[in-house]
C-alpha cells in the first residue's frame, strides 16, 4: 500500500463496498484482536480518568471505520464525531451508533471540519498501515484540529519493538521478499508526532505475548500482560502501544521535514 512503488494507498484500500462487512466479521473472529481490544478499552478509560476528569470532552475519532472506539466513548462524552473516508466501514457503524456525527470524507484533502476545534482525538489502527506521505498528510490535519490544552491518542498495532512483530518480519522476508512489511518503531511514533508540534507524554503498552501461529489461551495473555505492563522498561516490548500526545512547548525548527521511509520491506 505504498504510493512511493506504485501501488494503492492505504485509504483508497478501504472504499470497496464488502469491506466494512469484512472488517466487522474479521475483529469479531480473531481471538488475539478481541484480546488487544480489550486491553485497549482499559487504556482508554485509564486516560479519561487521568486526563479529562470533571472535563467537558469533545471527541473526534479519525479513520473511525466500524465504529469500535467511537462506540466505545460516545457515551462517556459530551460530543463524538468520527470521519472516515470509507462509506461500507461507516455504513456498520451508523447501525452502532447513537449520537455520533458521522463524516464521509478525507480531512488530508477536504477541509470539512473548518474553525473546528475538539479536546480529544483519537486514530487507532492507521498510521502503520498508511504510506509514510499519507501519516504525514494526517498527522498534519489532526494537530490542526486539536485544541491547546488537547489530548491526541493513538496507537502503533505493529511496533516493531515487538519479538514477535520481528518474528512475523523474518517470515514475510523469505515468503515475499520483495513486498511491504509496515511497521513503526516507537522512535518513529515520537518523530511522526513532533514533527507536527506535538510530544509523546506517556506511553500505555498493549500486547506482549503473541508468538506467530500458536493460539494463547487469553488467560496467559492476561497474565504476561499483567507482569510485563507493570515495568515501565518493558512498554517498548509491546505489540500494540497507545501513545498520549500533546502541544509541545518548543515548536519544531521551521522547515523540518516528517521522515518518509519506515516500512521494512
Excluded at 493460539?215 to 510485563?228: K, L
Amino acid at each position: 500500500m505504498n504510493n512511493e512503488q506504485g501501488t494503492m494507498s492505504y485509504k483508497d484500500s478501504h472504499k470497496y463496498a464488502q469491506k466494512g462487512a469484512e472488517y466487522e466479521a474479521f475483529y469479531q473472529m480473531q481471538p488475539w484482536e478481541g484480546f488487544l481490544w480489550s486491553r485497549e478499552q482499559k487504556i482508554i478509560l485509564k486516560i479519561l480518568e487521568k486526563y479529562f476528569k470533571g472535563r467537558d470532552i469533545h471527541l473526534l475519532d479519525f479513520a473511525c471505520g466500524t465504529g469500535r472506539i467511537t462506540g466505545f466513548l460516545e457515551d462517556r462524552v459530551t460530543t463524538s464525531t468520527g470521519v472516515d473516508v470509507s462509506g461500507s466501514m461507516l455504513a456498520v457503524a451508523k447501525r452502532k451508533l447513537k449520537r455520533t456525527e458521522i463524516i464521509e470524507a478525507d480531512i488530508t484533502t477536504e477541509d470539512v471540519l473548518q474553525g473546528r476545534k475538539f479536546n480529544l482525538i483519537t486514530a487507532f489502527r492507521f498510521f502503520v498501515n498508511a504510506e509514510p506521505a499519507l501519516r504525514c498528510a494526517a498527522m498534519q490535519a489532526l494537530a490542526g484540529l486539536l485544541s491547546e490544552d488537547g489530548y491526541f491518542v493513538f496507537n502503533n498495532h505493529q511496533s516493531y519493538g515487538s519479538p514477535w512483530i520481528k518474528l512475523r518480519w523474518l517470515r514475510h522476508r523469505q515468503i515475499n521478499p520483495q513486498g511491504i512489511f509496515n511497521v513503526m518503531t516507537i522512535g518513529q511514533m515520537r518523530e511522526l508526532v513532533e514533527c507536527v508540534g506535538l510530544e509523546i507524554v506517556e506511553l500505555y503498552p498493549a500486547g506482549f505475548f503473541h508468538p506467530p501461529k500458536i493460539a494463547i489461551p487469553r488467560a496467559v495473555s492476561s497474565a504476561a500482560e499483567n507482569i510485563c505492563s507493570r515495568v515501565k522498561f518493558l512498554a517498548r516490548f509491546s505489540e500494540s502501544p497507545v501513545a498520549v500526545c500533546c502541544r509541545r512547548l518548543a515548536l519544531p525548527p521551521v522547515g523540518r521535514a516528517c521522515p518518509r521511509h519506515w516500512s521494512v520491506g
